[in-house]
T-cell receptor, first 119, second 116 residues
Framework: AQKVTQAQTEISVVEKEDVTLDCVYE???????LFWYKQPPSGELVFLIR??????QNEISGRYSWNFQKSTSSFNFTITASQVVDSAVYFC????????????????FGGGTRLMVKP | EPEVTQTPSHQVTQMGQEVILRCVPI?????FYWYRQILGQKVEFLVS????????KSEIFDDQFSVERPDGSNFTLKIRSTKLEDSAMYFC??????????????FGDGTRLSIL
């Protein structure tokens, strides 16, 4: 069974602070994929990043960076110099390998972290 | 940029009534999904669909639920006899096909279903 845990249910920071959102996962698969999605107050789910289990390189995209550590089963997300527009619920998600081309692959989501960035 | 579109954005239905939620996935995508999110809770997988067949479904997706791709563009979720606990945001998603790698799923804006 797969499980994703986001222990921080809510984080509040002041604009320009750095903030890290934690994600810990459990899976028996040796090949798997990790994702982060953003859900702004308007409710849609916006894809941010995908990482496969063979690629432990950290990634930076503008003010966003992701730290994947297989040894601790964590895939943490850092926002540098946070802005009010970053206020949203952030979901970490996990999917297993696709055993055949005809199968899609379900995402298992964590409970989400609500980030509030105050001016 | 192409996107997944869902209609209606909000559906209010009496308990026991049938409801159909509609989705137009991204045009070159081949895998389709439905998820739901009860207010304030996590997003939960319902069903995945490929080549006109259900490829995977969760325990939530019982006999009251069905999915269909009635034509080349629409992907629908039907709930036959709605219950109060079906009230949730329902998200449609689609993903492209690649060899064995799981391409990201792109989500629509959701349909908020309210059962009275």
């Amino acid at each position: 069974a797969q499980k994703v845990t986001q222990a921080q249910t809510e984080i509040s920071v002041v604009e320009k602070e750095d903030v890290t959102l934690d994600c810990v996962y459990e899976t028996r698969d040796t090949t798997y994929y990790l994702f982060w999605y953003k859900q702004p107050p308007s409710g849609e789910l916006v894809f941010l990043i995908r990482r496969n289990s063979f690629d432990e390189q950290n990634e930076i995209s503008g003010r966003y960076s992701w730290n994947f550590q297989k040894s601790t089963s964590s895939f943490n997300f850092t926002i540098t110099a946070s802005q009010v527009v970053d206020s949203a619920v952030y979901f970490c998600a996990l999917s297993g390998p696709r055993y055949n081309r005809d199968a899609g692959n379900m995402l298992t989501f964590g409970g989400g972290t609500r980030l509030m960035v105050k001016p | 940029e192409p996107e997944v579109t869902q209609t209606p954005s909000h559906q209010v239905t009496q308990m026991g009534q049938e409801v159909i939620l509609r989705c137009v996935p991204i045009s070159n995508h081949l895998y389709f999904y439905w998820y739901r999110q009860i207010l304030g809770q996590k997003v939960e997988f319902l069903v995945s669909f490929y080549n006109n067949e259900i490829s995977e479904k969760s325990e939530i997706f019982d006999d009251q639920f069905s999915v269909e791709r009635p034509d080349g563009s629409n992907f629908t979720l039907k709930i036959r006899s709605t219950k109060l606990e079906d009230s949730a945001m329902y998200f449609c998603a689609s993903s492209a096909r690649r060899d064995r790698s799981n391409q990201p799923q792109h989500f629509g804006d959701g349909t908020r279903l309210s059962i009275l």
